[in-house]
């Protein structure tokens, strides 16, 4: 018999040994983890790396070329990494610049770029390359569309408007190698987002210089992101693989993306309910249909888009140069209805240009809200009782399609209904469109404004500025309205900048210098094996090619 102390001892060690031997045997039959080729490691609920491709359909763009024309290459920005990125709320994350500064006035930045980054061919990605990028968007011989998004940047006005400015007067300077330094002529807390903007991404010297337009072709694109362009089939598809030199924070999961063309005849939900892409967009015209399906609408997920449809006016001519015209007009708008019945819940009501998604928003319901009996006594006031002698009107659309003409009509039926007035429709390609708008030839329009990024001046001073043709869209003049936009310009407390633009949106919706009909909802479809979808603050899911990948359920399609 071996004594009670001792056999505590022996069946101890026997415990051990044991547990030792399960631990050994279970570590060993653990299936390791899922690394893709460029070393991220995938969540356990992913598929098989043979499985990480994300299949999408989009338009095929014209070109890749964004930073000298953002309109002509949607939906390819994850190829090139700006000096900063955002997350899921829009607030800024390290990218090419692993870190940033600004001085105490708030008027200069310096970006700390990221020494190890480098080209898809193994070139070093250097504070001159987007020396280089700057001042090519910037020039006054690249035309760029988007170059007053950068007029806060010192010089930079000038340098985009004189064919034989000095680049030099660009404020922007590289301090060595991997150091970059901006400076704004006032305090631009907004900055960092534009430098996160896709016209910011960083383009290659030696390819644009060697090939020209040519440089976004498939076989010379070198880019500087997680993914690089190894395919594009024109008419059909083009296909983006991970990039072996990236190391940067925003590596992606999936091993390629693959974009389908879309169509303008083809069925918009139809790839999507065959499984060939795990992605849609659903349309206001086919919300019910989604909403009546119990897996497409397990599968929809909606989030407020930061954009607002809105009627403008040319202010300057008449009878839009009366105020109580445009009042009349705001307030003879039934936007619910709009909302509810014609875009079927794809919408939230507009009564002001800021959507709710920005800090600065207020509620300016009542302002323009709906009210025939006060729309009718403002037009009569104005001049035309009943509509009588008010000239029939053109709205310009621009590129309508068939569920922007519905909401056109709707308001030309509403107009007519509550007002007395006519109105009939010119639909513009985004050229003549966008052309005539920012001239200000257009005396009566319908267009929707999506924030490039979320900060009042955005939406409020690039839109609605006075006085500058090229600059701001439209010609509305207020002075107050001016003054208050200036101010902010030169306000580096947020909370008192914030205020500031509340007190000018106030002026512009109680001047009806714009008439808001509504704030979009994005309506997207996801299958099930689409993971990494992260919910922001406002509780709705967003997209990103970084963290998206293919989960298990996958297999069950196999």
């Not at 035309?143 to 340098?159: C, E, H, L, S, V």
């Not at 509810?340 to 507009?350: C, Y």
């Not at 039926?413 to 007395?420: K, N, T």
């Not at 689409?530 to 359920?553: A, P």
Request: net charge neutral.
């Amino acid at each position: 018999m071996i004594p009670a102390p001792r056999l505590r001892k022996v069946l101890l060690v026997v415990w051990a040994t044991a547990a030792f031997s399960t631990v050994v045997v279970l570590s060993s039959s653990a299936v390791p983890p899922l690394v893709n080729a460029i070393g991220k490691v995938l969540p356990l609920d992913a598929a098989p790396l043979a499985y990480q491709t994300y299949h999408f359909m989009r338009d095929e763009p014209a070109s890749l070329d964004v930073s000298v024309n953002l309109y002509v290459g949607e939906w390819n920005e994850f190829l090139f990494e700006t000096l900063l990125g955002r997350d899921e709320n829009e607030d800024l994350i390290p990218a090419a610049a692993e870190r940033w500064e600004t001085s105490t006035d708030g008027k200069t930045w310096t970006f700390y770029l990221r020494k190890t980054g480098k080209w898809s061919d193994g070139r070093p990605v250097t504070a001159y390359d987007f020396l280089y990028t700057y001042r090519r968007s910037l020039s006054f011989e690249t035309a760029n569309p988007y170059a007053a998004f950068y007029y806060d940047i010192k010089g930079t006005k000038y340098y985009n408007q004189n064919e034989d400015a000095d680049p030099n007067t660009l404020g922007v300077r590289v301090k060595d190698e991997y150091t970059l330094e901006i400076e704004t002529d006032h305090p631009a807390p907004y900055l960092g987002l534009i430098l996160s903007y896709p016209t910011s991404m960083p383009v290659p010297r030696w390819q644009v210089e060697k090939y020209g337009t040519g440089w976004t072709e498939a076989e010379n694109c070198v880019t500087n992101s997680s993914y690089q362009l190894t395919e594009w089939q024109t008419g059909s598809h083009m296909t983006f693989t991970l990039n072996p030199y990236y190391d940067g924070p925003l590596k992606g999961y999936v091993e390629s993306l693959h974009r389908t063309f879309r169509h303008p005849s083809a069925a918009n939900l139809l790839p999507y309910e065959n499984n060939e892409v795990g992605f849609a967009n659903v349309q206001a015209n086919e919300l019910r249909r989604v909403q009546q399906d119990p897996i497409l609408r397990s599968e929809m997920v909606s989030t407020p888009a930061d954009g607002t449809w809105y009627v403008f006016f040319n202010t300057h001519e008449p009878p839009f140069n009366n105020m109580k015209v445009r009042q009349a007009i705001a307030h003879a708008i039934d936007r619910d209805t709009i909302c509810k019945v014609i875009l079927r819940g794809a919408a939230t009501p507009a009564y002001s240009m800021l959507p709710r998604t920005f800090d600065a928003h207020e509620n300016y319901s009542y302002v323009q809200r709906f009210d025939p009996q006060l729309a009718r006594r403002l037009l009569s006031e104005s001049g035309y009782p009943d509509g009588r002698a008010f000239p029939t009107m053109e709205m310009w659309l621009r590129q309508a399609n068939p569920e922007t003409r519905l909401v056109a009509e709707v308001i030309q039926s509403m107009l007519q209904e509550h007002l007395g007035i006519r109105i009939t429709f010119r639909s513009a390609d985004y050229p003549a469109f966008t052309s005539n708008m920012f001239n200000w030839n257009i005396k009566l329009g319908l267009v929707p404004f999506f924030a490039d990024y979320r900060d009042p001046k955005n939406m409020l001073d690039m839109i609605w500025r006075p006085g500058e043709h090229g600059r701001s869209r439209h010609d509305y003049t207020n002075k107050a309205f001016g003054r208050l936009l200036q101010e902010a310009d030169r306000e580096a407390d947020s909370v008192k900048r914030t205020n500031i633009y509340r007190q000018a949106e106030r002026i512009l919706v109680e001047e009806a210098g714009g008439v808001f009909i509504y704030h979009p909802v994005t309506n997207a479809l996801y299958k099930p094996w689409i993971k990494g979808l992260k919910r922001n603050k406002f509780g709705g899911k967003t997209f990103s090619f970084t963290d998206v990948y293919i989960g298990k359920e996958y297999l069950e399609l196999r």
